[in-house]
């Protein structure tokens, strides 16, 4: 099993940066691909960012330019740093990994852009 623990969320202005972290830990040696989620109020859940162990990088239209996904494997860490947010940035931002038998969340961090 893998475990996954996000932090880094809260309330921002908008035009403001925050950096979300997942650690992962467990059974992480199989991790082939980690992600980030996000899920609106009212609204379906929807891919931000992933990155793959072959270091490929794919971003949502609506944050590319802004966002930036990275890992630091000495600390079994994925980061999301966010610059520039927006209202509707509001959501709560989740950790996903996978391996061949496991797809695995995290409980999610409320990042909240408001004036």
């Known amino acids: 099993q893998v475990q996954l623990v996000e932090s880094g969320g809260g309330l921002v202005q908008p035009g403001g940066s925050l950096r979300l972290s997942c650690t992962a830990s467990?059974?992480?040696?199989?991790?082939?691909?980690m992600a980030w989620y996000r899920q609106a109020p009212g609204k379906q859940r929807e891919l931000v960012a992933t990155?793959?162990?072959?270091?490929?990088?794919n971003y949502a239209d609506s944050v590319k330019d802004r966002f930036t996904i990275s890992r630091d494997n000495a600390k079994n860490t994925v980061y999301l740093q966010m610059s520039n947010l927006k209202p509707e940035d509001t959501a709560v931002y989740y950790c996903?990994?996978?391996?061949?038998?496991?797809?695995?969340w995290g409980q999610g961090t409320l990042v909240t852009v408001s004036s």
């Open positions: 996903n990994a996978r391996t061949v038998v496991t797809n695995a």
């Open positions: 467990g059974r992480i040696s199989g991790i082939y691909f």
């Open positions: 990155l793959n162990n072959a270091g490929k990088i």
